[in-house]
């Protein structure tokens, strides 16, 4: 499974993302395509889309800890791995 999040993309590159992906938002994709198809979607994607597009890509893996998580530009929350596990940083805001 590939799921793709994006702040913005390019129209030629969204209306291409639309021919492998469901996009249930604006700007998030998600698909069951194979590994190998998978590969060559986010090449496709580093090559065409400028940095601050701010996309973050998640992609299903068969070993621990199932998927891995790669970036196009700055992400709006950072991530940082953790023994080898990827996370996602989430600031707690004070009352």
């Known amino acids: 499974m590939l799921v793709v999040l994006a702040n913005d993309l ?3 590159v ?7 992906f469901v996009e249930p938002r604006a700007n998030v994709f998600v698909s069951g395509i194979k590994d190998s198809v ?3 979607v986010i090449d496709y994607l580093y090559k065409h889309c400028p940095p601050d ?3 973050v890509i998640f992609r299903s893996l068969p ?11 700055p992400p709006r929350k950072p991530l940082v791995a953790i023994s080898g596990l990827q ?9």
């Open 10 to 12: 390019p129209p030629a």
């Open 53 to 55: 597009s701010g996309i």
């Open 63 to 73: 070993g621990p800890p199932g998927y891995e998580m790669r970036v196009i530009g």
């Open 38 to 40: 998978a590969a060559t």
């Open 87 to 95: 996370l996602i940083v989430e600031t707690l805001k004070t009352q």
């Open 14 to 20: 969204r209306g291409r993302m639309k021919l492998w």
